[in-house]
């Protein structure tokens, strides 16, 4: 049987719908893979990376983003009063949405439109490092008030490598897309 060849817009209307069950699956999964590798970094059991093996070749890595700073606020009123001593806050606007289009005309002549926040300055928190079970400002003794050493903290998953030209013909081989995106796959 001869192949028949799509126009144009028979490709985009194909190519779409593959999309839309692509995205949707990928988001799925993705949700499900960082549930599980956080879940298993949080107990210490779990790895923050893991090798994607199709058919015996690695062709990629999933890795758990982790927040690394090491530490946590554990008494806000001791931290912030910690860093304005220390000229370490900085103020953060934002407009109230209720007052944007009248922002536009106004601008800053009228600041009760404006949310402020005071926010640590990024520069110097990158200073902080655990020391015992105390959190410091590196190079000094300074302790930091308000603050406690923790674990890193799960963030995100990232997926590296899985280059189409490497993937594709093995999906071909092993099975195909379907079974995939159908929900006919296995669930390794």
């Known amino acids: 049987m001869a192949k028949k060849s799509m126009t144009k817009v028979q490709q ?3 190519l779409t719908a593959l999309q839309n069950m692509v995205k949707k699956k ?10 599980e590798m956080s879940t298993g970094y949080k107990k ?6 893991k090798g994607v093996v199709l058919d015996g070749d690695e062709v990629g890595k999933v890795t758990l983003r982790v927040d690394k700073k090491g530490w946590e606020v554990t008494d806000p009123i001791e931290f912030e009063a910690f860093m304005n001593d220390n000229g370490q806050m900085e103020e953060h606007w934002t407009l109230k949405p209720e007052y944007v289009v009248e ?5 800053k002549e009228y600041p009760w439109m404006f949310d402020c926040e005071l926010r640590p300055k990024e520069e110097f928190t990158k200073l ?7 959190v410091i400002v590196a190079g000094t003794d300074a302790v930091v008030p308000g603050v406690s050493p923790c674990k890193a903290k799960p963030m ?17 081989r092993i ?10 796959g296995s669930n390794e």
């Open 156 to 172: 995100g998953i990232t997926v590296t490598g899985c280059k189409p030209q490497q993937v594709a013909p093995i999906v071909a």
């Open 175 to 184: 099975g195909g897309l379907d079974a995939m995106l159908l929900g006919d």
């Open 103 to 107: 922002a536009r005309a106004r601008l």
């Open 44 to 49: 210490g059991e779990g790895t923050e990376r």
């Open 128 to 134: 902080f490092e655990k020391c015992g079970d105390t």
């Open 12 to 14: 985009l209307g194909v």
């Open 26 to 35: 990928t988001d799925e999964l993705r949700s499900e893979v960082y549930e």
